[in-house]
């Protein structure tokens, strides 16, 4: 049932192989062709971008009111290519495996290497687009090094990489608007799949700002929505994004892979107050310089600087001396959970640990500091009102990234035929946890680079569509109106943000962090419940054109549903990887315990007609690397 | 705390605003101002009103999204910021806050304190850009570029398209937004070979879009969130002229 179509050969010739031998369409036929592409941040954008280059009708659409503003704008660290200019050891090779360690091996080989072996073209495109990364005074590319790896990759442009790969992206795409094949739907919001014969051939949109309804009909379809950390509430992600597109595409058939596994980000800004919408990240390279501690006395509620040498305990050195504080994410983040559960967090809700300068300003002085962070210390500063120069940071683990999406194979097409998903929407490339500065190359190298053949060689044998019958569009078109209508005749006392807050609480302590079989049952229980009273308490304000609560109830309805699979996801994997740690699976020591006897598998769910799901296994093969204990210690 | 809002209510661009007074008690200083609308808004759709439309997305000033006016004051009356980077601890208890929509021809409301600002991204299609189709890129280093140009490069690039600098000119001009976009590019080499075409164009559909001219007076330098200096318009007009 699960054919990931890996081409045959080495894996250094995989992709090649399959560049050399996928179907191609002769430039005239091209235009006759048309791709629908949702989301614009790098995945769509430079998707909808690459394939109107090609000749191909391309209609994209995006909630967001202009491109630019996708939430690919927020990544601040960096990206990763693999071009060695350090000359510290580095190849696609390491890459490689740094990646799938990283991700605890559970990803797909072939899928991870092919990123790494494109990672060194997607730099020399961001330059031509005349992305701005650093320099040296030389002129050359300027490189730093982040979390999980022992070599500097990683090429920035200050502290907003995201903002700058996405303008080239944008504008490449403004570009193709102007002179190419691409027509922009903006302030669209994808409600549903429209699926022919087993085929996905186009999309059901609302215009949000008219409310009105419409199908859009195509050859085939992309997804490139990002990623849904934000079902937590609390996150690091804009507060729209949401996992609407793929959720719905899913309940059309699409397959969704491991939706359990979501990172938690070590350094975001902890929880001040209940009122709290979300969650800001400050850069992990902050951990290069600062040192992670909380006080050995729980409950100590003195301030920090009162509290002497000896009784601070800075956890991550004493437990992981060789990658001390630049341990991983997945460690960093439960280790400082462990922490605050254990009565030692820090800052006004007790719910943070302390990122300490103090001794890096000692040693290399203030001006060095402000010189490598000063716009971290200001933006901190900025939204916290407190000052990083004189008092240590208040940092906490915050939902981030989506290693889980919908399921693709090697062509990133899902299992319904045409329907391709790209970026942080898909299940590909990082396992059950995702190393930094991956994604932003992730989604690039989707949308640049592989997806632009793999579409083309879908397309090659596809006869271009026509418009479908109207009574089958007004059918479609019915039932995601009677569903808004539906919400709105609910008319109970409780926003949709109200149940958001509650859903990420649920979320937070039961499959969160630390999972384990009773809370997570517990959860499954308080979800129903809370989906229960979703369709018996549920208020939205009347009005079917600009409505952002109705929008937000739509998603709300959406999260919640895949909030159950989640669950059940986390339920299902008796093993602790990456991201996903079952507290009854760990080592002595409290590490994650893996089980690759019984999990080497990505688990992929179908959807029943009765709501239920099924379990499919891809199982993983490791013919290139070694499987072996991830080890930080 | 308390605050008293008068905020600008509008149904949809045809009709006509008018400002509506709300009393808010129970309010955290750390809150941020979008935070506080949707605490007021919560109240709202509770009292079967219309919550009050307001836009915003990242919440850590990098989208563009939601910039409004308070008190006069473009997105913020702190200095280079944006709305959701305001907190209520800049404002005394008590205080009274006007918010009003970006007012600027090019910009029409859409609802309350909702703008169409898609007139930037019109500019941006007319040139904003260096014409490279994917798979046309030499090796990277192949170029060279100083560091300080790469980051007077990265200065002009740090706009966020969020229209400050067009609600608060006296004529709504788009010239810092535009003149960012043209002297990010015009600085690095492999932007040099569109340079006269670009400038010609986006300029001409800045006029276009109904955005006013600039007389510099530099009140867009002065509320840009990203800082984005005036500097970046001389390098417009220069490269204008040079066409
Ligand atoms: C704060 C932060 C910092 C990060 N820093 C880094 C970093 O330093 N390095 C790194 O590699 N990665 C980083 N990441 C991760 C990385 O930024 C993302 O994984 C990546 O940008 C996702 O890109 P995307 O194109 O898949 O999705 P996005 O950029 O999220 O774009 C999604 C698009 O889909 C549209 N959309 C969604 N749903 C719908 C719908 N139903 N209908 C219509 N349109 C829809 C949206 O409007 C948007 O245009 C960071 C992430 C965050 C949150
Ligand atoms: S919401 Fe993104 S800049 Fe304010």
């Not at chain 2, 007074?21 to 935070?35: H, N």
Request: charged content about 25%; glycine content about 8%; proline content about 4%.
């Amino acid at each position: 049932m699960i054919d990931s179509k890996i081409p045959p050969g080495p894996i250094q010739e995989k992709w090649t192989q399959y560049k050399a031998s996928c179907r191609l369409i002769n430039p005239a036929n091209r235009r006759k062709y048309r791709v629908i592409v949702v989301g614009t941040g790098l995945a769509g954008s430079s998707c909808a971008a690459s394939l109107s280059e090609l000749g191909f009708q391309v209609e994209v659409f995006t909630f967001h009111e202009s491109p630019r503003r996708a939430h690919s704008v927020a990544a601040q660290g960096g990206i990763n290519a693999a071009k060695d200019y350090k000359n510290d050891g580095d190849s696609i090779w390491r890459m490689f495996y740094d990646t799938v360690k990283g991700g605890d091996f559970r990803s797909r080989e072939a899928n991870v290497y092919r990123m790494a072996e494109c990672s060194l073209a997607l730099i020399d495109q961001a330059v031509a687009q005349g992305v701005p990364f650093a320099r040296e005074y030389s002129g050359y590319l300027s490189n730093r090094s982040f979390g999980g790896v022992q070599v500097s990759r990683t090429f920035y442009a200050r502290g907003q990489t995201g903002q700058q790969l996405l303008q080239g992206a944008y504008q490449a795409l403004m570009r193709q608007s102007q002179i190419g094949n691409v027509r922009l739907h903006t302030r669209h919001e994808m409600m549903d799949l429209w699926v022919e014969e087993g085929k996905a051939k186009g999309i059901v949109a609302r215009n949000l700002d008219t409310g009105e309804i419409k199908l859009h009909v195509a050859d085939a379809v992309v997804l490139a929505t990002g990623g849904y950390g934000k079902i937590y509430y609390l996150s690091t992600l804009a507060m729209n994004c949401n996992a609407s597109a793929i959720w719905r595409a899913h309940k059309q058939g699409a397959f969704f892979a491991a939706p359990s596994w979501t990172q938690f980000h070590p350094t975001s800004l902890p929880q001040m107050g209940d009122y709290q919408s979300k969650l800001t990240l400050m850069s992990e390279s902050l951990r290069n310089d600062g040192r992670i501690w909380v006080p050995i006395k729980s409950g100590d509620n003195r301030p920090p600087h009162e509290i002497p040498e000896e009784e601070r305990d800075y956890y991550l050195e004493r437990k992981y001396p060789s990658y001390g504080n630049l341990a991983p994410r997945d460690i960093s983040s439960r280790a400082a959970k462990e922490q605050i559960d254990n009565g030692h967090g820090v800052g006004p809700m007790n719910n943070a640990v302390y990122l300490d300068f103090k001794d890096a300003i000692n040693r290399d002085g203030k001006t060095a500091i402000e010189k490598r962070y000063g716009n971290l210390f200001y933006m901190y500063k900025k939204i916290t009102g407190m000052d990083a120069f004189k008092e240590p940071m208040l940092i906490s683990p915050s939902a981030h990234f989506s290693m889980g999406g919908l399921w693709v194979d090697y062509e990133l097409m899902s299992n319904l035929e045409g329907l391709f998903v790209l970026g942080e929407a898909n299940f590909a490339d990082h396992g059950a946890n995702r190393l930094g500065a991956n994604s932003l190359l992730q989604a690039c190298v989707d949308g640049y680079f592989i997806s632009p053949h793999t579409i083309m060689n879908y397309l090659a044998g596809e006869k271009p569509i026509e418009d479908p019958k109207p009574e089958l569009s007004h059918e479609i078109i019915d039932t995601n109106q009677k569903r808004l209508d539906n919400l709105l005749a609910i008319q109970g006392n409780k926003t949709a943000e109200e149940f958001h807050k509650e859903l990420g609480k649920i979320l937070y302590n039961k499959c969160g962090l630390i999972r384990e079989k009773q809370t997570l049952l517990k959860a499954k229980t308080e979800l129903k419940n809370l989906r229960d009273s979703f369709y018996k308490e549920l208020l939205v304000p009347k009005g079917s054109s600009l409505n952002f609560e109705l929008e937000k109830a739509a998603r709300m309805e959406d999260y919640l549903e895949l909030a159950q699979l989640i669950v059940e996801d986390a339920l299902q994997r008796e093993e602790s990887c990456g991201a996903h740690f079952r507290a009854e699976h760990q080592t002595p020591d409290g590490e994650a315990k893996r089980n690759d006897n019984e999990f080497q598998f990505v688990s992929v769910w179908e959807i029943l007609e009765n709501g239920n799901h099924n379990l499919h296994k891809e199982h993983l093969d490791f013919e290139s690397i070694k499987v072996s204990e991830r080890s930080y210690k | 705390m308390k605050l008293t809002l008068h905020i600008w209510r509008q149904e949809n661009q045809k009709s006509k605003g008018r400002f509506e007074t709300y009393e808010l008690s129970g309010l955290d200083p750390q809150m941020s101002v979008p935070e506080m609308l949707d605490f007021l808004n919560e109240k709202l759709i509770k009292d079967g009103k219309d919550p009050i439309a307001f836009e915003s997305d990242c919440r850590e000033g990098i989208c563009g999204q939601c910039g409004f006016v308070i008190n006069g004051h473009i997105q913020s009356p702190e200095k280079h910021a944006t709305t959701c980077q305001t907190h209520l601890r800049s404002f005394n208890d008590g205080d009274e806050l006007f918010l009003e929509p970006f007012r600027a021809a090019a910009f029409p409301i859409k609802k309350d304190l909702c703008i169409d600002r898609t007139a930037l991204d019109r500019i941006i299609a007319k040139g904003g850009y260096i014409g490279v189709n994917t798979g046309q890129a030499p090796e990277a280093n192949s170029i060279l570029i100083g560091h300080y140009t790469a980051e007077s490069a990265f200065d002009a690039a740090a706009c966020i398209g969020c229209g400050a600098c067009v609600a608060v000119c006296k004529n709504a001009s788009a010239a810092l937004f535009t003149g960012a976009k043209i002297s990010h590019l015009a600085m690095l080499p492999q932007g040099k070979m569109e340079a006269k075409n670009r400038v010609k164009s986006m300029v001409a559909q800045m006029d276009q879009e109904g955005f006013g001219s600039c007389t510099f007076t530099g009140a867009c330098q002065e509320v840009c969130p990203q800082s984005i200096s005036v500097a970046n318009i001389v390098t417009m007009n220069r490269e204008f002229w040079k066409s």
